[in-house]
């Protein structure tokens, strides 16, 4: 024992200095802060029914009436309690509070990656810190991302498993990968885990052509083979995370539409616009060296002694007033994104490194990193190079089910500095072997840091400093200020100084980085320092890089008193009012906040608004027919919307406004019209009474018996029991009926019962549930049990026991060989 810590020293040394620097980074959580993140507060507000339940049943409802009408609640949080990797998961949260765990889990996937690949462990680590302190992963943080974040942090780990697999090694490479992709897919951000799957993809195609090569295909695919295993473990124990999200996601968004239109027809997946709104603008690449050459972040980047500021207090605006304007109305990000957390930057020293890899490395795998990227950054361009995006969109498999394309840019984020590790290491290896390398090294210096130069000096030859409705929004702050065309224009112009301020700044500050690991690499080359010289400053150098960059968006101000972030959502007076009606399920729709964009309604109340990535595409489809430019009252109704909130136009107030017409839990209508297809059942429901009629599609009309239904005179039906689950009601009619209910028609899982007897559930009015009801007295109840989610849990029992074996497995191979 006491050798093996002696021959791992380095190692344990390494993750101790990880721990120290995810320690001084996030010290506020460890003086007892939190951090405050907006995705965080929504999904606060989403989750708020199920955790509810949770506390009082034991276990969390696997449906919530809190958004949108209603949703599987595994669409917004599960236990997964057969999973083991959720149990790995909640281990390393005890112990590392999150999000120390995420950058913790950064730096030891990067480490592990760059191991794999042989590279010694100190200059290993300094690549980690590398990977690690890229910005994005940070502004993800920030942002609330955090399932992201974790699916991330997991991809250097399965690029490193399958490295090992295809370098030789049968046992330790398929179980670390089956781990680690299992902890990956558990992540629960499919995107992600998509981009890894295509990157790995073309590794896979680059290995088979150089085994065809080499005459090796024999060991190619027995690695495959096997790595095909682990793939499959990994996803069969995450049975219950990815079975159901597939047969939910068939009727989302990304789906198909319900609905065909003339110029589309049936299309599936988003919609091509809304999944290129966030596009890598072409000139935006800049950020990888310069990170403020487009402005940074969209807002809270201006102070008082800004241009801007500074003009308008001249103007006579008090300097309070204008630092609030400036924050609000004049974003310093003048790119093509509808706004932005902050910019791609990969490091001034890990880019200079980058090219000068390009040149010198002469490994393999340089041709997979540099494909890749390449290739990568073509698709964040999304709308501004469609004939990459395009091509992708239309023909390869579920690419269309993903928007913010730029989200890919989270691959070059792993390979350019993995590449500009490699460089180092090639240095060190066999930099006397390299032809002319003091040339290569000087004119890499000459290109990458001429350009910092340039930028400094001229930043109008390469950057614009306005948006391409730059137009628009001068009209805008013109009617600001009140039609005063000269006091907007001065204000927009100030508004460009201090965008070219900030790009300005930050390439002298590139430039410095750049020079200094120059003459780092140039005076080793010349045999002026040592190679743990070269590696310990070089470290500091792209730490101190990244850290302060990364300090801009995620700093100690961003976190709170745990105290203050407990009360985050406050219950407003409206709220309180509201939920003075002790009823049983009517629904409440916020007009004060954005509200298919928020949640936080959804934390008191059951709102018919929400927040969530993944809305069901016939609830879209009411949104974009029915509530598109007015709100259709009938439709409110049918959803049994009693409250509205509404601000006063007058003083700014918040107010209710009871809705006396609202349809109720479940009601009796006279008549039922039978409708042709999906368009002219949503046309059918923009002007109707709920209460009278209901319209079902032709597809029903075999689980309905027309001829039975009479008038619903003295009849009643209430709901007498709520759960998210179960929901009972009882009814009484003198003869047969049609109820219609207020609740989303979902037939993946919801199961009707009239007197213990099964019965078909019919959807009505494009989205609600109803049901065939015999005449006399009868107790009705709905119970939400998908068989995928009860199937998929055994599923992933199993699994998880094959996974834990196969380590067991690999750990006592392992000890036995180091015995032996």
Same mark, same amino acid.
């Given at each position: 024992?006491?050798?093996?810590?002696?021959?791992?020293?380095?190692?344990?040394?390494?993750?101790?200095?990880?721990?120290?620097?995810?320690?001084?980074?996030?010290?506020?959580?460890?003086?007892?802060?939190?951090?405050?993140?907006?995705?965080?507060?929504?999904?606060?507000?989403?989750?708020?029914?199920?955790?509810?339940?949770?506390?009082?049943?034991?276990?969390?409802?696997?449906?919530?009436?809190?958004?949108?009408?209603?949703?599987?609640?595994?669409?917004?949080?599960?236990?997964?309690?057969?999973?083991?990797?959720?149990?790995?998961?909640?281990?390393?949260?005890?112990?590392?509070?999150?999000?120390?765990?995420?950058?913790?889990?950064?730096?030891?996937?990067?480490?592990?990656?760059?191991?794999?690949?042989?590279?010694?462990?100190?200059?290993?680590?300094?690549?980690?810190?590398?990977?690690?302190?890229?910005?994005?992963?940070?502004?993800?943080?920030?942002?609330?991302?955090?399932?992201?974040?974790?699916?991330?942090?997991?991809?250097?780990?399965?690029?490193?498993?399958?490295?090992?697999?295809?370098?030789?090694?049968?046992?330790?490479?398929?179980?670390?990968?089956?781990?680690?992709?299992?902890?990956?897919?558990?992540?629960?951000?499919?995107?992600?885990?998509?981009?890894?799957?295509?990157?790995?993809?073309?590794?896979?195609?680059?290995?088979?052509?150089?085994?065809?090569?080499?005459?090796?295909?024999?060991?190619?695919?027995?690695?495959?083979?096997?790595?095909?295993?682990?793939?499959?473990?990994?996803?069969?124990?995450? %049975?219950?995370?990815? !079975? $159901? &999200? *597939?047969?939910?996601? /068939?009727?989302?968004?990304? +789906? #198909?539409?319900?609905?065909?239109?003339?110029?589309?027809?049936?299309?599936?997946?988003?919609?091509?616009?809304?999944?290129?709104?966030?596009?890598?603008?072409?000139?935006?690449?800049?950020?990888?060296?310069?990170?403020?050459?487009?402005?940074?972040?969209?807002?809270?980047?201006?102070?008082?002694?800004?241009?801007?500021?500074?003009?308008?207090?001249?103007?006579?605006?008090?300097?309070?007033?204008?630092?609030?304007? %400036?924050?609000?109305? !004049? $974003? &310093? *990000?003048?790119?093509? /994104?509808?706004?932005?957390? +902050? #910019?791609?930057?990969?490091?001034?020293?890990?880019?200079?490194?980058?090219?000068?890899?390009?040149?010198?490395?002469?490994?393999?795998?340089?041709?997979?990193?540099?494909?890749?990227?390449?290739?990568?950054?073509?698709?964040?361009?999304?709308?501004?190079?469609?004939?990459?995006?395009?091509?992708?969109?239309?023909?390869?498999?579920?690419?269309?089910?993903?928007?913010?394309?730029?989200?890919?840019?989270?691959?070059? %984020?792993?390979?350019?500095?993995?590449?500009?590790?490699?460089?180092?290491?090639?240095?060190?290896?066999?930099?006397?072997?390299?032809?002319?390398?003091?040339?290569?090294?000087?004119?890499?210096?000459?290109?990458?840091?001429?350009?910092?130069?340039?930028?400094?000096?001229?930043?109008?030859?390469?950057?614009?400093?306005?948006?391409?409705?730059?137009?628009?929004?001068?009209?805008?702050?013109?009617?600001?200020?009140?039609?005063?065309?000269?006091?907007?224009?001065?204000?927009?112009?100030?508004?460009?100084?201090?965008?070219?301020?900030?790009?300005?700044?930050?390439?002298?500050?590139?430039?410095?980085?750049?020079?200094?690991?120059?003459?780092?690499?140039?005076?080793?080359?010349?045999?002026?320092?040592?190679?743990?010289?070269?590696?310990?400053?070089?470290?500091?150098?792209?730490?101190?890089?990244?850290?302060?960059?990364?300090?801009?968006?995620?700093?100690?101000?961003?976190?709170?008193?745990?105290?203050?972030?407990?009360?985050?959502?406050?219950?407003?007076?409206?709220?309180?009012?509201?939920?003075?009606?002790?009823?049983?399920?009517?629904?409440?729709?916020?007009?004060?906040?954005?509200?298919?964009?928020?949640?936080?309604?959804?934390?008191?109340?059951?709102?018919?608004?929400?927040?969530?990535?993944?809305?069901?595409?016939?609830?879209?489809?009411?949104?974009?027919?029915?509530?598109?430019?007015?709100?259709?009252?009938?439709?409110?109704?049918?959803?049994?919307?009693?409250?509205?909130?509404?601000?006063?136009?007058?003083?700014?107030?918040?107010?209710?406004?009871?809705?006396?017409?609202?349809?109720?839990?479940?009601?009796?209508?006279?008549?039922?019209?039978?409708?042709?297809?999906?368009?002219?059942?949503?046309?059918?429901?923009?002007?109707?009474?709920?209460?009278?009629?209901?319209?079902?599609?032709?597809?029903?009309?075999?689980?309905?018996?027309?001829?039975?239904?009479?008038?619903?005179?003295?009849?009643?039906?209430?709901?007498?029991?709520?759960?998210?689950?179960?929901?009972?009601?009882?009814?009484?009619?003198?003869?047969?009926?049609?109820?219609?209910?207020?609740?989303?028609?979902?037939?993946?899982?919801?199961?009707?019962?009239?007197?213990?007897?099964?019965?078909?559930?019919?959807?009505?009015?494009?989205?609600?549930?109803?049901?065939?009801?015999?005449?006399?007295?009868?107790?009705?109840?709905?119970?939400?049990?998908?068989?995928?989610?009860?199937?998929?849990?055994?599923?992933?029992?199993?699994?998880?026991?094959?996974?834990?074996?196969?380590?067991?497995?690999?750990?006592?191979?392992?000890?036995?060989?180091?015995?032996?």
């Amino acid at each position: 024992m006491k050798t093996w810590f002696k021959e791992n020293s380095s190692h344990f040394i390494i993750i101790g200095i990880f721990l120290v620097l995810v320690f001084f980074y996030f010290s506020p959580i460890f003086g007892g802060k939190t951090l405050l993140q907006s995705d965080v507060l929504q999904a606060e507000g989403s989750q708020k029914e199920l955790f509810d339940y949770k506390a009082k049943d034991g276990h969390a409802p696997l449906w919530t009436n809190s958004m949108f009408g209603g949703m599987p609640t595994y669409q917004i949080w599960h236990a997964h309690a057969n999973n083991i990797t959720t149990y790995i998961s909640k281990g390393v949260r005890a112990v590392f509070p999150p999000p120390t765990d995420v950058v913790l889990l950064y730096l030891l996937g990067g480490y592990f990656l760059l191991s794999t690949l042989r590279i010694r462990p100190w200059l290993a680590a300094v690549g980690a810190i590398a990977l690690a302190f890229t910005s994005y992963n940070f502004v993800y943080i920030e942002a609330g991302h955090l399932n992201r974040a974790y699916a991330i942090a997991y991809l250097p780990f399965i690029m490193g498993a399958i490295f090992m697999c295809y370098r030789g090694s049968r046992l330790w490479g398929p179980v670390l990968l089956a781990l680690f992709l299992a902890l990956e897919i558990r992540a629960n951000h499919v995107q992600t885990t998509y981009y890894l799957f295509l990157a790995m993809l073309i590794y896979v195609l680059f290995v088979l052509y150089y085994a065809f090569k080499d005459k090796q295909l024999k060991s190619f695919f027995q690695a495959s083979a096997l790595q095909l295993v682990a793939v499959a473990v990994a996803v069969l124990v995450n %049975a219950s995370v990815l !079975f $159901p &999200t *597939y047969e939910y996601s /068939k009727l989302t968004i990304r +789906g #198909p539409s319900n609905i065909v239109k003339v110029d589309e027809g049936n299309s599936s997946g988003l919609d091509k616009q809304y999944a290129y709104d966030w596009s890598q603008g072409i000139g935006e690449n800049i950020t990888f060296l310069i990170p403020n050459a487009y402005g940074g972040r969209s807002g809270g980047v201006l102070d008082r002694d800004a241009e801007v500021v500074k003009t308008m207090v001249g103007l006579g605006i008090p300097e309070a007033q204008a630092m609030q304007a %400036a924050d609000r109305m !004049f $974003p &310093t *990000y003048w790119g093509e /994104k509808m706004f932005t957390q +902050g #910019p791609w930057y990969f490091g001034a020293s890990v880019i200079f490194l980058f090219i000068l890899g390009l040149v010198i490395v002469k490994d393999r795998i340089k041709w997979w990193i540099v494909g890749v990227t390449v290739l990568s950054i073509l698709l964040a361009f999304g709308k501004h190079f469609p004939l990459i995006s395009d091509l992708f969109f239309d023909y390869f498999p579920m690419y269309n089910k993903f928007r913010a394309v730029e989200s890919i840019l989270i691959i070059p %984020a792993i390979l350019i500095p993995l590449l500009a590790v490699l460089a180092v290491n090639e240095l060190i290896t066999r930099g006397d072997t390299i032809p002319k390398l003091d040339k290569k090294v000087l004119y890499t210096f000459i290109g990458v840091g001429g350009f910092c130069l340039l930028v400094a000096f001229a930043p109008s030859l390469f950057l614009d400093f306005k948006t391409s409705n730059h137009q628009t929004f001068v009209s805008q702050v013109e009617q600001v200020f009140g039609g005063d065309k000269g006091a907007a224009n001065e204000v927009v112009k100030a508004l460009i100084k201090d965008r070219t301020s900030l790009a300005t700044a930050d390439a002298y500050r590139s430039f410095f980085i750049v020079v200094l690991t120059f003459g780092l690499i140039w005076f080793f080359i010349k045999k002026k320092l040592g190679m743990p010289v070269l590696v310990g400053v070089l470290g500091i150098i792209i730490l101190a890089d990244l850290w302060s960059v990364d300090k801009r968006y995620l700093n100690n101000d961003s976190f709170v008193d745990s105290s203050a972030a407990k009360a985050r959502i406050p219950e407003r007076e409206v709220d309180q009012l509201i939920r003075l009606d002790k009823d049983l399920s009517y629904r409440v729709f916020d007009l004060t906040r954005s509200p298919f964009q928020d949640a936080m309604t959804s934390y008191y109340h059951k709102s018919l608004g929400g927040y969530h990535a993944a809305k069901l595409m016939r609830f879209q489809e009411i949104l974009e027919h029915q509530f598109n430019g007015a709100i259709n009252e009938d439709v409110l109704d049918m959803f049994n919307v009693r409250y509205l909130i509404t601000q006063n136009p007058q003083n700014g107030a918040e107010q209710i406004q009871r809705r006396g017409t609202a349809s109720g839990n479940a009601w009796f209508v006279e008549r039922v019209t039978f409708v042709k297809d999906n368009a002219q059942e949503m046309q059918a429901i923009s002007s109707f009474d709920p209460k009278k009629e209901a319209f079902v599609h032709e597809e029903f009309k075999n689980k309905l018996n027309a001829t039975r239904l009479g008038q619903p005179g003295n009849a009643d039906i209430n709901l007498v029991s709520y759960h998210p689950d179960t929901l009972v009601y009882e009814s009484t009619s003198p003869n047969d009926a049609f109820a219609v209910f207020s609740e989303v028609y979902y037939d993946k899982g919801w199961k009707a019962y009239i007197d213990d007897q099964e019965v078909p559930i019919i959807r009505a009015n494009y989205i609600l549930r109803a049901l065939q009801v015999p005449g006399g007295n009868h107790t009705i109840k709905f119970v939400f049990a998908p068989d995928s989610m009860r199937i998929s849990e055994m599923i992933s029992l199993i699994a998880s026991i094959i996974l834990v074996l196969g380590l067991a497995v690999a750990v006592w191979f392992s000890v036995r060989k180091k015995k032996a």
